[in-house]
């Protein structure tokens, strides 16, 4: 008979044996693999031509399957040819004017992209008398690292920790962001406060939906409110509250809190009459009912109209920025519109579409893992 | 009226009418249910059955008469009556097992356990420990431990309605109301039903309100059955209960019992009695044909 420690040194060894013999055919097989290639090709584009004559015969007709191949490289025919509209305008205005800026090339398009996105912009500092100190910078974080070392080692800083704190490392940290990081962080910024005013419209929803006398108080206006054209009320916005934050902040709560209460409203109305007497012969009070059986069953819910909602918090977002600002996405794009600076603008509008589409992505997959009864 | 005293009946109903903007729905409605009873209401499909119920339960008040439970006045739901609804019973967002425990939850724990639960669960360990044992003798009880962990929407609709009949049952009501629990079931898992439900009901002596459109199931469920009807006769609407009949056979009774001449004959003088759908059109046609009939009606709304 094995004993156990005999057993697991058998299986080691035998593990040890597997890996060996894997590592041996590991040369074999990606030659093989390589091999196999060509005749993949081949396949593959057999494969895109048998769909493509299926697509002929088949292009009007209801109730076909498109193929895998063939359904992606349609997908892709109008990105194209809007890629190659935009090439033949921009070559066509730079032969008749190389300074064009309004279809900027490929190559001021790039360094569009590096301007805004990894060149350092330095920010400007004021000294007492009210001039310009100009903060002279290096290239780079291994730069400033190597210039710190550099002084440690001729002993001007006393310890590690006071050349973190003094050296041109965390200078070049703390000052040298790119336009487009600063500019991201200052929207960021208005549109987490924004949410968190949102949020709190799902509570006024909640409230507003299960007591009939709070409904009777709110609801009318609550409706009105949400008929307000916010883009309308700005002005008023930037009267009342100033040219500060604070009023774009206000902008995205009144533009888009009436929308998430009265979809809380409408979503807790849905709940079943069932429910809440099932909890009543539970023993469960009134708030109970609310919090721990309508409440759950809607947030879900909620939680998506919420990220429905996220493209207009970005388009309040922009409006308010446009008309005042010190930095924000909005801001830079209405700034550089005024040298028609093409080059710049592109980059930040795919910033901030990759972003809504990265948080609204991240958003819907959080929304499916923690709430699993959902999907049904 | 001390507690000492055992009182005969748990569910009393005196002189009891029902009207919606003036239309009568229930005229003159009296009941007295006994302990360990299992009492079942059948009646045509907008008699007022459910109406009856929800009065018992709380979640509607009669506009005349008295409602009352152990000589007290029912005013709104709570945890001595249980229910099992068609559909809807259920909690969604919970597992099987969570929503069996909900009740206990509910009675132990206020808002503020509920919060501090999730912020120091240690302290709680050992309540939630024995509620889960007590949650699981129920599952048992009705036999989905193996369910335990699924999701309602997982489960079938048979298994479904016996997990809300668990659910009900943890709180020990004094009395469980059932609204048409096998509606919405096919008729095989609906006869699988009906022999679990007298069984339980055999094993717990639980008092039992049942209530369904179905004159056999009702015929063979229960131990005392009820008949409501459209009562035409002196000229007002509403329903009244036509027949009290005491149903002889012990539980838990076999299908067979179905196909007997006795269940026939108790079957034929209740259809006699007015249960007929049939004889419903009947009902309709001299609603309209004698208007007298229908001014009556609005007089007593007025």
């Not at chain 1, 809607?298 to 008309?323: M, Q, S, W, Y």
């Not at chain 2, 009393?12 to 209401?41: A, M, P």
Request: hydrophobic share 45%; glycine share 6%; aromatic share 12%.
């Amino acid at each position: 008979m094995q004993t156990k420690q005999n057993m697991f040194s058998l299986r080691f060894k035998q593990k040890l044996i597997d890996g060996g013999l894997w590592l041996a055919r590991l040369p074999g097989k990606t030659l093989e693999a390589f091999k196999r290639i060509p005749r993949l090709i081949v396949k593959e584009l057999f494969g895109i031509g048998k769909e493509f004559l299926e697509m002929i015969k088949n292009f009007y007709r209801l109730r076909t399957i498109p193929g895998k191949r063939i359904s992606f490289l349609l997908s892709l025919i109008l990105f194209l040819v809007c890629i190659k509209l935009y090439y033949n305008t921009s070559v066509e205005r730079h032969t008749e004017n190389p300074q064009d800026k309004l279809v900027p090339t490929g190559e001021q398009l790039w360094n569009g992209f590096r301007k805004t996105i990894f060149e350092v912009k330095i920010r400007e500092e004021y000294d007492t008398n009210g001039e310009v100190i100009k903060n002279e910078l290096p290239k780079s974080f291994r730069e400033a690292r190597k210039h710190d070392k550099q002084a440690f080692a001729d002993r001007k800083f006393v310890n590690k920790k006071e050349m973190w704190k003094n050296g041109a490392a965390r200078n070049y940290l703390k000052q040298g962001e790119s336009l487009l990081w600063q500019d991201t962080k200052a929207s960021g910024k208005r549109i987490l406060i924004a949410m968190v005013f949102i949020f709190f419209g799902i509570y006024i929803g909640l409230v507003m939906g299960a007591f009939p006398y709070a409904e009777k108080v709110l609801y009318r206006f609550v409706l009105f409110f949400d008929k307000i054209p916010a883009l309308a009320v700005l002005p008023i916005l930037f009267i009342i509250f100033g040219l500060g934050e604070t009023s774009k902040i206000a902008l995205i709560v009144i533009g888009v809190a009436p929308t998430v209460i009265l979809d809380t409203y409408l979503k807790v109305k849905e709940v079943h009459d069932e429910q809440l007497v099932k909890g009543m012969t539970m023993g469960a009070s009134q708030p109970e009912i609310v919090f721990r059986i309508i409440f759950p069953q809607i947030i879900p819910k909620v939680l998506d109209t919420v990220r429905l909602n996220f493209k207009a918090v970005i388009l309040f977002l922009i409006a308010g920025e446009a008309l005042a600002a010190e930095a924000g996405i909005g801001y830079r794009i209405f700034v550089v519109r005024r040298y028609m600076d093409m080059a710049t603008i592109f980059p930040y509008v795919v910033w901030i579409s990759m972003l809504a589409f990265i948080v609204d992505m991240a958003f819907r997959s959080w929304i499916s893992r923690q709430y699993k009864w959902l999907n049904k | 009226m001390g507690k000492n005293i055992d009182r005969k009946y748990v569910l009393e109903l005196f002189n009891v009418y029902q009207q919606y903007d003036g239309r009568i729905i229930l005229n003159d409605i009296s009941l007295r249910i006994r302990k360990g009873e299992f009492v079942s209401i059948v009646g045509p499909t907008g008699c007022g059955k459910s109406t009856i119920l929800r009065m018992v339960l709380g979640s509607e008040t009669p506009s005349q008469g008295i409602a009352a439970m152990e000589g007290h006045l029912i005013k709104r739901p709570d945890s001595r009556r249980g229910i099992v609804f068609q559909k809807y019973s259920l909690f969604d967002f919970m597992n099987v097992r969570d929503n069996v425990i909900f009740g206990l939850e509910l009675e132990h724990f206020n808002m503020m356990d509920n919060y501090l639960r999730k912020i120091v669960p240690f302290l709680y360990r050992k309540k939630v420990k024995n509620f889960r044992e007590e949650a699981d003798h129920f599952l048992e009880k009705v036999g989905l431990l193996e369910h335990a962990e699924n999701y309602p929407h997982q489960l079938s609709g048979g298994q479904r309605q016996r997990v809300a009949i668990a659910q009900a049952m943890i709180m020990k009501p004094q009395i469980l109301l059932m609204d048409e629990p096998l509606g919405a079931l096919d008729v095989g898992t609906r006869e699988a039903m009906q022999i679990f439900i007298q069984g339980l009901w055999s094993q717990t002596e639980q008092t039992i309100l049942f209530i369904t459109h179905d004159l056999e199931e009702a015929i063979f469920m229960g131990t005392r059955l009820i008949v409501l009807s459209q009562y035409y006769k002196d000229g007002k609407n509403g329903s009244k209960i036509v027949e009290d009949i005491k149903i002889p056979w012990p539980q838990p009774r076999p299908t067979t019992i179905k196909h007997t001449k006795e269940f026939s004959d108790i079957m034929e003088g209740i259809r006699h009695a007015g249960l007929d759908p049939t004889h419903m059109q009947d009902i309709n046609d001299f609603n309209i044909q004698h208007e007298d009939a229908l001014c009556s009606v609005k007089k007593v709304g007025e």
